[in-house]
């Protein structure tokens, strides 16, 4: 009890207080947009981040960019590509569409080096006079509430008055953009949130909920891919779907199912269900000759992989020539680096996300140590175990952790590809018809353009086989870049009038997996970030922000927020 004391007495007494305009939380891509924003309009601002690194996804192995459409991205979103390319001598076409070669619009001439995407962003930082906070955790928030009189009976007015951390700190601030991808300070500053997959009938949607979609439905055969590893309609060797049989004991479901697989209980399509988007590491690997080895996990277990081996098994019956693009997607960076993504069973391990939103940080160490280990699990079986291919080994022999990125975790990428996790429910909720262009979203602050990707919730049995429950991957019915609302950045007034959310914004499931990726989320910051400082300056609650002057102050900044082919 005495040293409980002390702790409590010693870290009070080194406890710093930070004041600013504007606190950011999360230093993530969408947090340096927002952060830069406000100290370029002349307002003091404090960007304050739980880990030690800066940029999020986009410095944390996501090196191939989903970028969509590039005539829809502005700003500073603009600014930092085209910056970033430029260290390799490259000029982005801005004004051209996105010359798709039979598969989504990613990477190309947006491909690019972590440690690059993160220098350039701690250069940003600097030049414009942000101060960042490191290893600033958040553990609690700290809010004023009072009644406030109206035509229809008495409200409610909340603010955010400071956060504290971890380490006792306090950032004391009049305004505060949430810019993590889990919704930390929303979550904590009381505002509505959900982890649900609504089910279709909430918001009158057909992608919502419970999903079986039928591109991804175990089938038998599988024509052959050209050269590129797609086959004529887009789809990729990686998104290949056998009917896998799961259990321990061929065809005795007794026996139990291996490992990598739940036994659930699979529910209707389109009725509403628990559970985000499945996580993995995007890893940066190199055929370079001082390339570090990717070691497996001090328990690695080949029976881990037994349900790869009946997938291995399967795609030679086909006739398949395998090779590694069957376990991963990878897509060429400068300097014989390649950015590897996921496959059918590449570095995804669905279920294991679902507890992280709500995780303490030391459960997220945890359950990252646990995607970590199955990922390094996997590429060892790939290079070594005798059931795999010889020209998959060899091809992944190839490969190892680069000496110049992530040093100080050896090569492995610091940041876990937190596809989704709460999402706002605020006054206004982004839907599908949103996406799809079927209802058009009030109040423009940016476009999104990527189609609708949400990558599987759950690997379980169905019908006696092997299927991934959740995954989309699709287009948005021919619809051009859509526009997203100011209002979904907002919480509702009574809940707190002072926090913007850029990530973890008001959308429903099915469209946030377009609006999820990263340069649509610098983009929402960016604009966060303007609306808050106006709000500041006018002395105004974030909901009662002058639309038409914010408007007019991101088209001068540059932001698309209107599509015009």
């Not at 004023?144 to 909340?158: M, Q």
């Not at 949400?454 to 870049?481: N, S, T, Y």
């Amino acid at each position: 009890m005495k040293s409980l004391l002390f702790l409590l007495l010693t870290s009070s007494a080194f406890a710093a207080i930070h004041e600013a305009d504007v606190c950011v939380f999360g230093g993530t891509s969408g947090g340096l947009s927002a952060a830069v924003q406000v100290a370029r309009m002349g307002k003091t601002v404090i960007l304050a981040e739980p880990g030690e690194h800066l940029g999020g996804m986009t410095s944390g192995g996501l090196s191939a960019v989903d970028i969509g459409d590039p005539r829809s991205v502005g700003g500073i979103t603009r600014e930092y590509f085209t910056r970033l390319v430029g260290k390799y001598g490259k000029k982005l076409e801005w004004d051209q569409p996105f010359k798709s070669t039979g598969g989504p619009a990613t990477g190309g001439a947006y491909a690019i080096e972590p440690h690059q995407a993160e220098r350039v962003f701690e250069e940003m930082v600097k030049e414009a006079g942000v101060k960042v906070l490191r290893d600033a955790k958040l553990a609690s928030v700290a809010k004023s509430e009072a009644a406030t009189p109206g035509r229809n009976g008495a409200g409610k007015s909340a603010r955010i008055t400071s956060i504290t951390l971890e380490n006792g700190d306090v950032i004391r601030a009049k305004m505060f953009i949430d810019t993590t991808y889990e919704g930390d300070l929303m979550a904590k500053a009381g505002v509505s949130f959900t982890l649900m997959r609504e089910g279709n009938a909430k918001y009158g949607e057909s992608l919502n909920g419970i999903q079986y979609d039928a591109k991804y439905k175990p089938r038998s055969e599988f024509a052959q891919p050209g050269s590129n590893g797609r086959l004529k309609g887009g789809q990729g060797v990686w998104d290949r779907d056998f009917p896998l049989d799961p259990y321990v004991v061929l065809g005795c479901p007794d026996s139990g199912v291996l490992p990598l697989i739940e036994l659930d209980d699979v529910g209707k399509p389109g009725d509403p269900a628990p559970g985000v988007q499945a996580y993995c590491y995007r890893l940066c690997l190199t055929t370079a000759a001082d390339r570090l080895p990717i070691t497996p996990p001090a328990d690695y277990d080949a029976k881990t992989y037994e349900i790869v081996v009946r997938f291995i098994e399967a795609c030679l019956q086909n006739g398949d020539d395998m090779d590694l693009r069957w376990f991963s997607k990878h897509d060429p960076l400068p300097n014989d680096k390649w950015d590897f993504n996921t496959a059918t069973f590449g570095g995804n391990l669905p279920g294991a996300s679902h507890a992280w939103p709500n995780a303490s940080y030391a459960e997220r160490e945890t359950i990252a140590k646990k995607h970590e280990n199955y990922h390094r699990g996997l590429l060892h079986f790939l290079a070594t175990d005798k059931r795999v291919p010889e020209k998959v080994r060899k091809d992944m022999q190839r490969f190892g952790l680069p000496k110049d990125e992530f040093p100080d975790t050896a090569g492995w990428p610091h940041q876990l590809y937190i596809r989704e996790a709460r999402r706002m429910v605020s006054d206004l909720v982004l839907t599908e018809h949103h996406t799809f262009g079927k209802t058009i979203a009030p109040k423009s602050i940016g476009l999104g353009s990527y189609g609708t990707d949400a990558h599987e919730i759950r690997r379980i049995v169905k019908d006696g086989f092997v299927i991934r429950e959740g995954k989309l991957a699709g287009g948005r019915g021919g619809f051009g870049p859509y526009q997203i609302s100011y209002d979904a950045l907002v919480p509702k007034k009574s809940e707190c009038e002072n926090l913007l959310v850029t990530f973890a914004l008001s959308a429903s499931h099915t469209a946030f997996a377009s609006i999820r990726m990263e340069p649509v989320f610098m983009i929402t910051s960016q604009s966060a970030a303007t609306a808050a400082v106006m709000a500041l300056e006018d002395g105004r609650a974030v909901q009662e922000v002058d639309y038409g002057k914010l408007r007019s102050r991101l088209v001068e900044e540059g932001q698309v927020v209107e599509w015009q082919k």
